[in-house]
């Protein structure tokens, strides 16, 4: 018997990650904002949930918002960067996902002031320590208040003003002086409306909300500095591709996917044994803890092949397994957001229409002639053991 396990192999971490005998435990040390949400729930509770908030991806969400939503903040914000001709690939990722999470998971921004952006960014940047307290290398009790307080005001600046803006927008709809259609589509408006009728009470609402904005915001952003860093080291050694990487959105996309392999924006997941049980034939007590070991599986040389540990972005894979391995997990609590944030790779030989919005972020830096800044160098963020870039300064050459 053990009370602890990691798996490294890819097959048994995939096996782990869909065993309904494991619960979730990645989160335990960050309850004060992942209590209760989505990713921390199990069984019927879990299922009924994801079933509610399912309902906002209805099929032609990601297109629509890839095609009507994404372009404009996505120019937006990069505007004023391509004017100054430099920026902090780190600060522009913030800037970039955090208001486009905000509209999907609804928080409003009354104000739409850059003060306002900053706002949330300071505060999802917090949440986001919070969540993964157990990697935080510093003080863990500060962060803990910290992120009790800045709770506090996430909802009565943004969670209760757009609470009361979507009740009355209800109340509207009801009376029958809007149409169904004017109702925005996100993730509190399908929790108020709680068509399902589950249990959801008040404060779990506000972490929901902090969770969801998290969930999309923090993956792809760091996602979108490993991606682009990899991206800048390849084309180093392919210079042909500069000129033609713009005409291959596949290859883009491809790119995009082989980093997402190599830098799993979680690096491990984590599971407790609901009752004693096997596996990988060692027998583990009740409680003890599985830890899943995604970057080590994502780089397995039987899957992989020989350079597996490598970025290259050409891989040749096994049939039927995903460019991306294991790092969207797997089972019930599969990630939502797929589809948005890396888009489907087509068949060889056929276009890509949807390609994420990662994709199409690191697609409109390259067309801006992004390059690594001659003078200043990345660095990697000090306050976490997660392997995330703090700072990346880069340049755009027209
Ligand atoms: C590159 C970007 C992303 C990566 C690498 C990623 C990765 C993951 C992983 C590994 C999990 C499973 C956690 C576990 O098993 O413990 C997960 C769950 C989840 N992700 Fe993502 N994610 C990304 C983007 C997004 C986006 C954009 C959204 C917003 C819609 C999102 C929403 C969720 C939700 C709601 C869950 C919980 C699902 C559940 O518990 O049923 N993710 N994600």
Redesign the pocket.
Known sequence: MTDSLTIEGYKSASLA?RDKNLR?A?YDEGAIVMKDV????HGEQ?KS??AL?TKV?RRDFFKYYESEIFPGTLNETLAPFISSGAMDLVDFGYRVMVNL?AD?TGLDRRQKTPEETADLMALLRLFGKTATLAHATGEKDTVRNDAAEALERFDDTYVQPSIDRRRSMLEKLHKGEIEEESLPRDILMVLLRNEDNIELPREVITREMA??AL???H??IH?LTHATHELLEWLESHPTKRETILNEPRLIQKCILES?RLH???PI???RALCPMTVESETLDKDAKVVIN?QAANRSKEIFGEDADQFNPDRILPKGQSR?G?????????????N???GILPPEGKPVDHMG??ALIVEALVKKGIRKDPYQKPEKDPSTARDLWGYYPVRFQG
């Open positions: 990650l979730q990645l989505l990713v921390n729930l879990h949930r994801r908030e991806f999470t999907f969770f969801f969930a999309g915001a993956t792809s996602t997402i799993p924006s979680s997941a984590a599971r995604l991306y294991l790092s969207f997990g797997q089972g019930m609590h599969a990630c939502l957001g797929l948005l944030a890396a919005t990662i």
